[in-house]
Every structure is written in C-alpha cells, then in structure tokens.
C-alpha cells in the first residue's frame, strides 16, 4: 500500500531536511511543473478527482478553474494554505506540518506556479508551535535552494512565500475570516459571491486550499493523474489522512486509500474498542458532522458515500463515542465549542448556538423542561445551512441533531428533574464568563 | 511606553506586510511575548500602525490568544474540546483548579499561572492535552499534573 | 425593468435591486435590520429572509436573505412561506434572548424598529428562561446616550459611524455572543455626524441625550416638514414641539439635499428656541431709567407709529438668517432703495460674485445628491466639515466613485456593501484640497495644499491654465505648484462628473474667480461639470438674490451706516441681525449713537438688541412658516412647529403690522399673501409659491395633522388654567394643523410632518414615501431651484490672477478658522452645542511660532483693525508662513477675515 503523504516521513517524527526531502524524491515536481505550462497542471489536478481535504470536499482543479488567469488580471494573485487546524477532533494537518514541512512547500510552489500567483501564504494556528519551527527552517531551506524568491530554479517565475502565525479562534479556518484575519482584521467571514478566487485577500484573486490538500499536489504531478486515482478505493482521488480518537485502543491518524471502510479503520487501525467500553456512536469527520451509528460501519469513508449514509466525510477524523459517555454531556461540549468560537456577525449563530449550550446544560444538569427537546430541534433546522451566514453554525448543529436522532432517550432523562446518564451535575459554565479576551469594557 | 526592543521587533514585523495594519495581529503578540498582556501599549501600537486605539482593540479583543488583562507568568491552555472531553478532561481540569486554587479564566494569587480553556489542540489521539506557554503536555492524568506544575513554580 | 414573482403574482421592478429593496418599495413588509438604504446589505442579521424558488415547478423552495439576493428577472419568491416566516421570527426570538424587554423605560419606545419589526413577525411569547448578558455603558459625551444592552449587533453603527463617515473612534469589541459597540474608553464620539446613530441604530442603544432632558414620546410630539438654519446647505428636519417646548430635531428625508442624515450642529442646535435668552413679549426703551420695558402689542404698535409715520426716512437692515418672506416683508415697508441685506461690504461682494458666477454658467451647481455622485472633486478655499458638514458627509462618499468601477467590472452588486468594501480596501477617487490650513477632510484627499487665500486663487489659475491654455497664466508660478496643478487637472479632466468647491470662508473673491475659471475650463468638453459654493448662513443666496436685483451688488451694511453717519435716516429696522456679528464694534457702537431710532426684530438677545428703541419678538425656524434658499440656489419651506406663548410671532407678521399700523398700503393676511406679493415684484421668486400647495390645500376635505393620532391630547397641564379642553390654534398659513385631526394617509411630500406608516412607528417608515432606496420622495423632493445657469457659448475667464502671497515682517494675516461647533450664531446657544465649542485662541505655523518664540497655549496679544485681543496661541504645522488662523468664535465677532494682525507674547 503506498502512502504518498506520511510514507517518507522518519519514525521519530523528526521533520525531513531539503536534503533529506530530495533525497527521497522530494521537489521533483517543482522541476517538473516549471517545465510544464500552467493550464495542463490544473488540468492534471481536476482530472485527478482530488477533492478539498478542508472539510466541504471542493474539488480543487474546479476551484483551481475559477482562478482568473492572463496578463490583464488585477495583482498581485494570492495563494493561500489552511493551516488553521482547529475543528475538534482533527489533526492531520499537524502531522503533515510536523512531520514533513517541504513537502507542503512542494505543493504550494507548484499550485502557485499553476496558478500563477505572486504571493503565498501559510496561515498557521498559534497553537502549533513545533510546527511553527519547522515551517520557518523549512521556508529558509527553499529560499536558499531557490525553491522560493526570484526566478525559481532560474526560470521566469517568482514567488514570495511567508508564515502567518494567528492567534486563535476557529472562525479563523473558514477561508473568508481566514483573509480578514490575514489582512489584520477580525476575522468575520464574507458574504459570497465573490468568491476569494475574484476578489480574496485585498481584493485581489486568492485561493485557499488546505494542508493535505496541498501536499497531494506533488504526488499528482511526479507520478500522475492514473496512479494517483488508482491509490483510491472509489472514485475520489488519492489517499486520506484517517484519524480517529475516544475510547479506541490506539488513536491515531493514519493515511489509507480514500474509501477506506470505517469499520476497517476502527477494528483495524484503531484495534478496536478499549477493553470495557462498547461502540455507540461516531462522529466521522470532525465535530462539524452527523453522528453515524453501529450500522454504518460499512460505509466507505469517501465524501459522497458518506454523505449517503446522511453525515458528512468532513476532516475524516472521527470520534468515537462509547456506551459510558453521554450523548448529552458531548453535544453540549460541542455545542459550547461552537458558541463560543461564533464570530458574532450573524444572528441564529451569535444567539441560538449559546441558547441551544444553555439548554443542553439544563438537560445534562437534571434540569430539563418539557418542549426543551423539541426547541432544540426547531433550532437545528433553523441554523441549517443558507439560513446563516457562513457553514459555523450549519456544521454546529449536525452534532446535535443526529444525537437527537440516535440518542433521544438520554435528553428525554434530562428533563424536569432527573439526572442524566452518569447522574452527575458537572459542568462549570465557564465559556460564559471567559472575560480575559472578551470584555471591551475592561 | 514601548521599549527600544519591542519598537525594534515591532518595525520588522511590519516590514513584512504589505500595508501595515496588516502586522495588528502579529504586533499585538510581539508586545503580549514581552509582558505577557497588552495593556495600555494599544496607544503606542495604534499610532504605528495608523490606527485610533478602537481600531486597534476591535482586532485585539476579537482573538482568544491576545491578551487584554493582566495574565500569570504561565499561561495553562487547557483543551476542553470534544476529544479530551471524552477523554477525561475533567478529571484534569479539576486537579489543575484544585492545584492552582483557581478555576477556568483566572489567575492564581501568587501571580504565577493563568487558567485558560482552548480550541482543540489537534492531539486528539494523545488526549487529554492542554499546553503550558508554549509547551505541548499529552495523555494527562491527573498524578502527571503535580509533577509538571512543579517544573513551573 | 424585471419581473418577480411575489407569492405568485408578477411584479416590475427596476433592475440592479435586491430583493429586500424591491419588496420594500413594492409596498410589502419585509423586517430588517442590518440594511439600511444608505448603507445597504451585508446580510449580518438575517431578518430579511424570503423562500426563494428555482421555477414554477419548484414547491420546496430555499430560505434565502433578501438583502443578499438579486431581484433578478423572473425570481420567484415567497414572503409568507409558512417556514420562513417561522424563520423571521426566530431571528426576533434570538435577539430578544438578551434584549432588556425595557421598552417604558426606554427613550426608543414607541419609534423603535426592533419594536416594529417584533411585532411584525408575529413573535410574541418568550421561551428562554436564562439569564441575560449584560454589559457596561459608556459616557459618550454631550449629544448621545449608550444603553448597550439593548444592543441587537446588526452591526449598522458602526458601518454608518465609521464606514460612512468616516469616524475611528467607535468599534465593534469582543466576538461571539459578547461583541461590544463602543469607543475605546469613555469620551466623547468625535465624528460631527455622530448623533445619525439615533436614527441608524434600530434600537434603543444609541438616544438622543439633548432629547432626554425634556423627554417626550414620539407619539406626543407635535412636528412639521422645517429645515436647518445652521449652515447654508439647508438640510430638511422634523422639529418636534411639547408644551411649548422644541424637544428634538430628526432628520426629514429629501432625496436631493441630506437624504437620510444630519450633522451634529443640525441634530442638536436647536435648543436656542428653548434658551433663557429669547425675547418672548415686545419691548420698548423707558425714556427716563434706559430699561428696555415690556409692551403690550398696542402700545409697541403705537408707538411704531409714530417712529414709521408715513414719510419717515426709514431704512431695514436685513438678515441672511431670515426668511425670503420677512426680508420681503422689510423691503416692502422701507421700499427697495432703502433696503439692506445686512452683512459686510465683503460680504455682500462675496455672495453677489458667486451668484453671479452660478447663474451665469455654463457650470450647474449640484444637488448634495450629485456631490455624492462627483468622481475627481477639488475644493479651494473651504473646510467643507466646519462650514457645510453635510458636504463633507457627501465628499465621503463621492471619493468612493471612482473604485466602485471595480466593483462593476467584477459584477458585483453595487448594494453588496460588503463585498463593495472588500474589493475598493483603500482606495479612493481622486479628492484634491486646497485651503489655508489643514483640514478633516484631507484623511481622504489625494493630495492637500496650504497656503493664503491669494496662493490659493493662484493654484486655482494654474489648475484652469492647465485645462486651458487659454485661461490666464500664473505669473511666477512656484515650481511645486506646477505638478501639483497638472495632477489636478489631469483627474478633473478624465472624470465623468468632476466638481469644484469652494466658498466664502477664505474672504477672497479671487480664490471665486479661480474656482469659476476651472470649472468653466472644464465645461468646454464636459457639461457635467459642476460647481459649488458653500455659503455663510441659511439664506445668504436668498437674501443675495433679494437684494442683488436692485442693488446691482452695490449696498451693504456700510452703506446703511453711511446713511445713518450722514444724518438720512430718521428710523432703522434690524431684522434678525446681530449687527456686532458683522462689522467693526466701533461702527456698529456708531450707528447705534446716530441712529434715532432703532426696531430689532428677533429671536434672541444680543447685543443689537441691548441697543434699540423697541424690540419685537419674532418666532424663531421652529415657530413660523418661511422659505430659505440654500447654497444650490434651492428654495425650500418651513414650517411652524409649534405656537409659542407670549407675544411671539414671525417676524413678516411684524413687519405687515407694523406696516398697518403706519399706514402703508398692506393688505397681507397670509403667508400666501406675501409668496404672491414676492413672486409679482421680484421675478427670480416667481416659482417660490409652487414649493407647496397653498393654505387651502385639502385632502378629502381635511387637513393635514402635525399630531400624529396617538398624540395624549388631554391632559391636566392646562388645568390651573382651565378644565376643558382648549381649542387648538388655527393655521391661517398652511395646510397643516395643529392637531391630531385630519388627514390620515401619506401628504405631499412638502407636507411631511412625520416618518409613519402602519406598522413602522420608527424613522424607518422612510422607506414608504420612497418609491426607490435613495430616489425622490412621492411625487418629487420639496424645493424649487431657483438658479440655472443661463448661458452656454463663449466662456470669458476672470483674468486677474492675484500676485503671490508675501508674508510681512511684523504682521500676520489672519484667515477664519471654522468650527462646527461654535462658530454658528444660534447653534452655540445650545448647551449640548457649547459644551463642545473651543474656547477662543490664535493659531499660528510653526514657522511663525519659532520666529515669535510661542510655545503651545502660550498667551498671546493680538492687534487687529486697531483693537486688541488675548488669546492663547496654538501651533498649528499646516499653516503656512506669514498666516495666522483666527477662529469665529464668541467675543472674536466683528472681525472681517483676512485681515492684517500684530500678534506678539504678552508682556
Ligand atoms: C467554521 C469553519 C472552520 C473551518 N476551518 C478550517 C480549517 O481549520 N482548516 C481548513 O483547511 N479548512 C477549514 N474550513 C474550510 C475552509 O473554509 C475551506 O473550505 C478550506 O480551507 C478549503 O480548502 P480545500 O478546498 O483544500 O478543502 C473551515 C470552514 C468553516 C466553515
Ligand atoms: S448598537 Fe444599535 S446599531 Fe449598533 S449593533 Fe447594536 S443595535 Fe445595531
Ligand atoms: S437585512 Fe438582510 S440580513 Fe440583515
């Protein structure tokens, strides 16, 4: 089984050198791609079914297609990586940027050279430190190999490429307050259309692809679009990055061929469930997705068939939960995850996801009332998508309302008086009062 | 008042954007690295930057990690997200506030650490996490905390 | 034209709508909050959601917002889709999950959007039973109120406040369900268009503090269509009057002149109506101990007389602050020769010269409406955000014309403000300004330029010369002000519609000529080329067009004087003057010394008032009818308010008794006698009567109510007078009356005494005398222009260009220095106003400052025509050498501006 993405990478996690990167094949697409004109390397990429590991599944040669191209076209063009890593539950992108940062190079300088865009950007979570390091070595490396600045390579071509290290909040990976964050404003998402591959970082044509993404822009190039489809188990190009954490006996990520059973991933790679804990229910890609349940496991992890089976592939990272773990008690983490990480621009976002925190508290808590559960209902089919401003709020309430699906008997035990599942009132209401970074007034 | 030092961080930061409101954010972390928060400097920073100070601070108070009251020397980022929550990341929270005698979003009286909760830290697979300043801590439990609170204090 | 299908039936609207707008001017009630018709959509609060269908085969359809979405051609749509209407009042649930429910207490009750639309969604039962957010509030200073926790984050103050106009000390704070609107810290909100948040914000975070003081109920104000007499441009308000009392000024919608806005000094000026200082009974001089004494009304009469009798040498010293109608008034007693506008030689010369310019042409003077529209503008000699703020609003937006070519070109709707705004980021139309000193409005300019009014003038030439090479030369022209004159021309020359401004402030005909020369030069290839002349007070053009006819440009104040000096005058009428405001202290001392006989008529008491024989008491903009003319040359009505108690009455009231009373010819009754009289003796107000329909006016037999029908009319506060219900006041002049009787639709736009539609109690019901966001009100925008520019052909120059400036050893030359908050007579008298009035002082260049040894707030003695002052010296670096700037301040009055001046550190 060949796995492109992680296979180079050292056991230790030590992050490959340029030295050590060529060595193993690495760059090999830069020399290719500057050889090759721009439009047949988005072509190669729309033909290789690669679609967008950020989470939504775009097909990135389509979105590619969208990038204004020619000499009359506004500059300077903008390409810009997601490296804001932050849906709970995920965490690919860190191993890709821990683990091997020229390879993200790689795929960046030939995407921009694609795109032919003047400027690129990784865009990276304070949080990721290490990572952080290792970008910064890894973007001197290519300079002083001239991978990156002036005449690449000695060709005609150019590109800047820089680190923008953010300082919090998860709005901040949705790719329009990503720009806003970028160009040192709030990051409050923009109405669309324009999309940013018209009018995106100062206004200027951008495009914005994930991390995984961007590193399996190589692998298309050097080895081409036939193998590259042929790595996947269905029609989606490529391998995946899988990652799976809850009660599972070993947790991990794990690159697999795109399709790959979440059965397979859970027995297999995860070796199955802890020793006294019994499988639930899933989260399959992130904590923006719909519960699945035990009938499920076959389902192929791919985006469509996931979407079949009525959730969404999202990150495909997914969390397990088991028979000890309330259903209640996660929904309001996430729930309280989402309200807290609401920019604020948008009404059913900034105000119903606390409400609904509130209410799911009052339920974990004993303290439910009737028509609780039926208010929560109305409010994921009102923050359903279009409804809101962006896809926070949408992706906030699939949780929810699967839960309410598979899982209604436990919020039913929370109302009016008796205790839920683990008969604990626990939860401190601390995202209310985070005043630290809040509180204007001061 | 800005120091010679952070002016100098300051100026080179901003040469690397292309306008310079751009830099807010990034300016905003030069100043929190040296004093731990952002106090009043927003005057100084904002008139660098060509910003009025509510300019500035519409930036500053909308990140979770820009920092507009005073912090312990350590800052205890706590991951409360959906992973950790599964994997105990109670049992944790409740050593690290009976440790530090304070709860979430407060600051021990000794002025030494900060309580803080965070977005997930992508270590879902080594949950429960939480970072302290810079550092990554994984797989907590609560008997590891006393030991890594102590390399603290 | 498109076709949309609403709930199924077809409707034609214009194209480039969106949804929201198209349905809101098709009649139907869609609630928002976050749009507003001058900032547009940014689809933040998603109250506006419609469903929205693929074809006619489509059933289930998509919740869509309407603000975001094209009113394409053949959209179908679905306002009372049981979801979304479901929908639209939880986005009200969600609001009020916070909301303070404090409507008693609250000053926006009763004309509070957030009320109106809550009620239009039908949401009516709370089903939260959590704990609210609170916040703090902040001291904002004299003129607004902050209740943040009434907030609903549509976001909309601080799109208007800072991305409309332009202020930066206002902002959204924190994120998620704990975002804060306010300033940094406490202080006031610097941006003179700051007390606009009372009409943007929807609900009741933003109030009017001036308001609180006297508070009173929308419902129980008694209002009238009036405008703005503090400053030229003659914006429309909506004064609201109880007990006697003027309570509020709102802003009255005129597609052409302020559209949806007001400046501060406009919003919050009025309480001069209110002041202690007003004359409220005649007077009359006791002869032995010097008092002024009240009068009953035959007495003053009577003894009027006597001072009128029929062949008495009278003269009447008129006023630019007062009504056509009572300068017509003061003409007819005192007869045209005898007539005097009442304002400075220079003065006088100043706005005849610019009317002059304006009707001859070929350039047309714009409507603020086309300011906005302009794409390159140049202002010479004006700091538009101190002398006409409302242009400044206008300027703001006009430099957004140019980018907006981007927007276009990437099919971006135009109403896509956010998108708008992301595209455009920094970038500006070209905005060129020229003036003595720096200005607000240069954070926006492409390039600025200080220097004294003849440099000014100079560049103004240079700019023409460039057009136009035939156009005079500059001689000696400084070898900066070439490239500089070039970049200038070369904009103006490649915009569509390019716009010259300029004005009285510098007191320099030459800096007119200039600003005429080029844009005439520019009319020779482009006939949208416009030009505008911001003017001193409210009706300066009309008072210049009163007297210009007869004059021929040659009669001012002076000569009033000289007469006086010379022994011709027996009796001098002063109308609404404060004659100390105009010219040397000296000689108005003078005149009152020669002058036997001395009638004031005005509002207030001031020193010309201290000064006369007999005083009249003359009601003020908000208790008479009247019509002024603006800058544009745009007559527009007022209309009384309210009837104050005591003898008040308007001053061609006066004038008419008067004029009976000495037995002239008069037989005026009504106002629309003395429109008729004017149109028959003075062609140029021939139009004037047509501003409105005359005072017979009736709708279906009624007329229109300035109460509206909630209005308390019983009350006990006329209880110790009597017990029963006292008749309301008739209105012999108007088709208004003042009760809450009558008419109950929607009046002609010139009748407009309030923003209410069913359903829509706030000042959002705008939208329903409209027919399109930003168009002209139903039937047309109230106003008469009375100045087009009647020749095309041969365009002669001014051809004297004046020589440089050359900066004098020991003397500066002082140029006025604006304010929008005191430098305006009656303004000032209002406390909220003079809490933010400067206190006086000199400003001088740095240069200046280093020769004389003057440090910040040093104190300085100045001497200027012959008299002395204190002052404390501020450096001001945009100044140039050789010039000081002198604010029109009080006690700084009676200066005319530019003069020489010795300045020096006092002893
Ligand atoms: C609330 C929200 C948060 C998001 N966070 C991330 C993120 O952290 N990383 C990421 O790559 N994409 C994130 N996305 C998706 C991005 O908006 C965008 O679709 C993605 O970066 C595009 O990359 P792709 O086409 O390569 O998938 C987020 C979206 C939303 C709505
Ligand atoms: S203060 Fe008023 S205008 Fe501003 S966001 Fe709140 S409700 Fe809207
Ligand atoms: S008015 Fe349309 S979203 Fe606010």
């Known amino acids: 089984m060949e796995r492109p993405l992680t296979g180079n990478m050292k056991p230790d996690r030590q992050p490959l050198t340029l030295k050590e990167y060529e060595e193993v094949g690495g760059y090999q697409a830069v020399h290719k791609a500057l050889r090759m004109a721009p439009p047949d390397i988005v072509d190669a990429v729309k033909n290789s079914n690669l679609r967008g590991r950020g989470g939504a599944g775009f097909p990135t040669g389509i979105k590619w297609s969208f990038m204004p191209m020619g000499s009359d076209v506004p500059r300077p063009k903008y390409l810009i990586c997601n490296a804001d890593e932050m849906e709970p539950g995920t965490f690919k992108d860190r191993l890709l940027l821990e683990g091997n940062p020229h390879q993200l190079l790689e795929g960046m300088i030939v995407s921009a050279y694609a795109l032919n865009v003047d400027i690129a950007y990784i865009f990276l979570r304070w949080e990721y430190r290490l990572a952080a390091e290792r970008i910064e070595r890894a973007i001197a490396e290519a300079y002083e190999n001239y991978y990156l600045g002036k005449n690449i390579l000695r060709s005609d071509y150019s590109l800047e490429l820089r680190l923008h290290v953010s300082a919090g909040r998860y709005i901040c990976g949705e790719e329009t307050a990503l720009l806003n964050a970028l160009e040192g404003k709030r990051a409050i998402p923009r109405a669309k259309p324009p999309h940013p591959q018209v009018s995106g970082l100062w206004g200027k044509p951008t495009i914005v692809n994930n991390t995984e993404t961007l590193c399996n822009i190589p692998h298309i190039i050097t080895k081409g679009v036939e193998w590259y489809k042929g790595l996947s188990h269905t029609k989606d190009g490529g391998t995946k990055i899988y990652g799976m954490s809850g009660k599972v006996k070993r947790p991990g990520a794990w690159e697999l061929p795109m399709g790959t059973s979440m059965k397979e991933l859970l027995e297999v790679h995860a070796g199955g469930m802890k020793e006294g804990y019994q499988f639930r229910g899933i989260l399959p890609g992130g904590a923006s997705t719909d519960f699945l349940v035990e009938e499920h496991l076959d389902v192929p992890m791919d985006y469509d068939s996931v979407q079949k089976a009525g959730s969404r592939m999202g990150t495909g990272q997914m969390i397990v939960l088991d028979h000890k773990t309330c259903p209640v008690g996660m929904a309001l983490n996430l729930e309280r995850f989402f309200a807290r990480e609401s920019c604020g621009l948008c009404t059913p976002c900034r105000e119903g996801l606390p409400w609904i925190a509130m209410i799911l508290q009052a339920i974990e808590e004993g303290e439910g009332q009737p028509g609780d559960v039926e208010i929560l209902e109305q409010q994921c089919r009102l923050l359903g998508p279009g409804n809101t401003f962006c896809a926070l709020a949408p992706g906030a309430v699939e949780p929810l309302q699967s839960a309410l699906k598979y899982f209604r008997e436990d919020f039913e035990r929370g109302i009016s008086g008796r205790r839920n599942a683990r008969g604990k009132r626990a939860h401190d209401n601390s995202w209310r009062r985070f005043t630290l970074t809040t509180n204007p007034t001061k | ?153 | 034209m498109a076709t949309i299908y609403i709930d199924n039936k077809p409707y034609e609207v214009k194209d480039g709508q969106n949804l929201l707008q198209a349905c809101l001017f098709l009649g139907f009630n869609i609630p928002y909050f976050c749009w507003h018709p001058a900032m547009h959509s940014v689809g933040a609060c998603r109250q506006c959601a419609v469903k929205q269908f693929r074809d006619e085969k489509d059933t289930r359809g998509k919740i869509v917002m309407s603000c975001m979405t094209p009113a394409a051609d053949g959209a179908r749509i679905s306002i009372d889709d049981p979801e979304v209407k479901e929908f639209r009042a939880s986005v009200i649930e969600w609001l009020m999950l916070n909301h303070p429910h404090d409507c008693p207490v609250c000053d926006e009750g009763g004309e509070c959007h957030l009320q109106d639309m809550t009620v239009m969604t039908g949401h009516s039962y709370r089903r939260t039973r959590f704990r609210k957010r609170t916040h703090r509030n902040q001291c904002l200073g004299p003129f607004l109120n902050h209740e943040m926790n009434r907030c609903i984050q549509c976001y909309r103050c601080v799109r208007f406040y800072c991305d409309y106009a332009g202020g930066r000390d206002l902002n959204v704070f924190g994120s998620h369900h704990h975002v804060y609107f306010g300033r940094y810290e406490d202080g006031i909100l610097e941006n003179e268009f700051s007390g606009n948040l009372v009409e943007v914000c929807p609900t009741g975070v933003f109030t009017d503090k001036t308001l609180k003081k006297h508070y009173t109920r929308k419902w129980d104000l008694q209002t009238a269509p009036s405008v703005c007499v503090h400053c030229g441009l003659g914006c429309n308000t909506i004064p609201g009057e109880r007990y006697g009392k003027l309570r509020r000024i709102l802003n009255r919608y005129n597609g052409e002149v302020n559209g949806y806005f007001l400046c501060d000094r406009g919003r919050f000026g009025y309480e001069f109506v209110n002041s202690k200082e007003r004359i409220r009974e005649p007077l009359i001089r006791n002869k032995d101990n010097g008092a002024l004494e009240p009068a009953s009304e035959e007495r003053v009469l009577g003894h009027l007389s006597n001072i009128l009798y029929f062949g008495a040498k009278v003269i009447g010293i008129g006023s630019p602050r007062a009504s056509l109608e009572a300068n017509f008034a003061l003409r007819t007693l005192v007869g045209p020769e005898r007539f005097f506008p009442g304002i400075s030689e220079k003065e006088h010369q100043l706005t005849s010269a610019a009317i002059e310019i304006l009707r001859k042409g070929p350039a047309r003077t714009p409507s603020l409406r086309d300011v906005a529209l302009s794409d390159a503008v140049f202002i010479l000699g004006e700091d538009v955000i101190n002398t006409a703020p409302l242009l400044g609003l206008a300027l703001r937006q006009s430099v957004r014309q140019k980018p907006m070519e981007m927007v276009k070109r990437l099919n971006i709707p135009l109403w896509d403000d956010a998108a708008a705004r992301e595209v455009i980021q920094h970038e500006k139309g070209p905005l060129f300004i020229a003036a003595t000193h720096g200005t607000k409005l240069d954070e926006i300019a492409a390039r600025t330029y200080n220097g004294s009014p003849d440099d000014l003038a100079r560049l103004g030439f240079a700019v023409a010369h460039a057009l136009d090479p035939s156009a005079p030369a500059v001689p000696d022209i400084g070898e900066d002000l070439i490239p500089l004159a070039q970049s200038i021309a070369d904009s103006l020359k490649s915009a569509g519609s390019p716009l010259i401004i300029s004005g009285m402030s510098t007191g320099s005909e030459a800096v007119l000529h200039a600003a005429a020369t080029i844009v005439w030069a520019l009319c020779r290839d482009n006939g949208n080329a416009a030009l505008s002349f911001v003017m001193n007070e409210c009706n300066s053009i009309g008072l210049g067009l009163m007297s210009g006819g007869s004059m021929n440009g040659a009669f001012d104040l002076n000569k009033a004087f000289d007469l006086v000096e010379e022994g011709k005058v027996d009796a001098a009428i002063v109308l609404e003057n404060d004659l100390y405001r105009r010219e040397d202290r000296e000689k108005a001392e003078r005149f009152f010394e020669r002058c036997k006989h001395v009638i004031v008529i005005d509002h207030l008491f001031n020193n010309t008032a201290a000064k006369a024989e007999v005083v009249l008491p003359a009601g003020t903009f908000a208790e008479s009818d009247g019509t002024l003319v603006n800058n544009e040359g745009r007559a527009q009505r007022f209309y009384q308010a309210f009837v104050p108690e005591g003898g008040i009455q308007e001053s061609w009231r006066w004038l008419r008794d008067a004029m009976t009373a000495s037995r002239r010819p008069v037989q005026w009754q009504s106002l629309d006698h003395v429109l008729s009289a004017m149109a028959n003796e003075m062609p140029v107000f021939r139009t004037v009567a047509e501003i409105a329909p005359p005072a017979g006016f009736r709708i279906a037999g009624q007329k229109i109510p300035r109460q509206p029908h909630r209005y308390s009319g019983r009350t006990s506060i006329h209880a110790n007078i009597s017990v029963h219900e006292q008749k309301p006041p008739d209105d012999s002049d108007s088709a208004l009356s003042f009760s809450m009787e009558g008419y109950e639709g929607m009046p002609p736009a010139p009748f407009i005494t309030r923003f209410w539609s069913p359903g829509w109690n706030s000042v959002q019901a705008v939208n329903k005398f409209h027919c399109e966001v930003g168009g002209p009100l139903h039937g047309a925008d109230p106003g008469k222009r009375l100045m087009e520019p009647t020749v095309s052909g041969e365009i002669s120059y001014f051809q004297k260009v004046p020589q440089a400036f050359e900066p004098r050893k020991d003397e500066l030359l002082m140029v006025p220095l604006h304010h929008i908050f005191g430098s305006e007579e009656l303004s000032v008298l209002s406390p909220a106003i003079a809490e933010r009035t400067p206190k006086p002082y000199l400003a001088i260049s740095r240069e200046d400052a280093g020769r004389l040894q003057v440090d910040q707030e040093s104190e300085l003695e100045i001497v200027i025509s012959g008299r002395t002052y204190r002052l404390r010296g501020i450096i001001n670096p945009s100044l140039p050498r050789g010039v000081a700037g002198l604010p029109v301040l009080a006690g700084l009055e009676g200066i005319t501006l530019p003069a020489w001046g010795r300045v020096g550190r006092k002893a």
């Not at chain 2, 109670?90 to 009976?98: C, M, R, V």
């Not at chain 2, 407060?106 to 977005?119: I, K, N, R, W, Y």
């Not at chain 2, 997930?120 to 030991?147: F, H, N, Q, S, V």
């Open chain 2, 1 to 153: 008042m800005l120091t010679e030092e952070e002016r100098r961080d300051i100026e080179r930061e901003i040469l690397q954007n292309e306008r310079k409101r751009a830099a807010a954010v990034e300016v905003l972390k030069i100043v929190q690295k040296h004093r731990g928060w952002v106090s009043d400097e927003i005057h100084d920073l904002a008139g660098i930057l060509e910003m009025t100070p509510a300019e500035l601070d519409a930036v500053a108070t909308f990140y979770s990690l820009i920092f507009r009251k005073p912090v312990g020397k350590h800052v205890i980022l706590v991951c409360d997200s959906v992973s950790c929550w599964v994997m105990g990341y109670e049992k944790i929270l409740d050593q690290l506030t009976s440790r530090l005698g304070i709860g979430l979003n407060e600051t021990s009286a000794d002025g030494q650490f900060t309580l803080l909760p965070v977005a997930c830290l992508g270590a879902c697979d080594r949950a429960p996490a939480m970072m302290i300043d810079e550092m990554l801590y994984t797989y907590l439990t609560p008997e590891k905390i006393d030991g890594i609170l102590e390399k603290y204090r």
